[in-house]
């Protein structure tokens, strides 16, 4: 397993973003290391610019490998924000014609194998098994 812990200023999202580099060193597997990048890349920067408007200031991150399996943990202080009920649907529409936002978590949700989200004494727990 590998860990970080990243205070929630802006200059750090640059550093939390290179957390997939370590992952990937463990993980050796290039298809399996996409989608960790792709989904963690989301979330991550989905927290630095989004969490913080709900007064979030860190955030610990988690991966490890099980099998064929990546366990990926983001846990974050602030208020409540439970992604998993922000579920999107496939737009269908031109790019030029979407409105922003939306897609990054409908990519999440469909390279995740499960995502699950819990608060547990103030914290937001996503875990997901891509």
Partial sequence: MIEDRFTLEK???????LFTDKACKIINNERLCYRFR???????TNVFFHATKLNATY???????DKDTI????????GEFDPTK???????LPLKERKEGGL?????FNFAKKLSYE???????LKINI
Avoid: C, P, S
């Fill in 59 to 65: 955030t610990n991150v988690k991966a490890e490998l």
């Fill in 38 to 44: 792709l989904i963690y890349e989301e979330l991550i």
């Fill in 11 to 17: 200059e750090n999202l640059e550093k939390a973003l």
């Fill in 119 to 125: 608060r547990v004494n103030g914290m937001n727990i």
């Fill in 104 to 108: 990054g978590l409908f990519l999440v």
């Fill in 86 to 92: 922000y579920k999107t649907k496939e737009n269908k």
């Fill in 71 to 78: 366990i990926l943990i983001i846990e974050y202080d602030g």
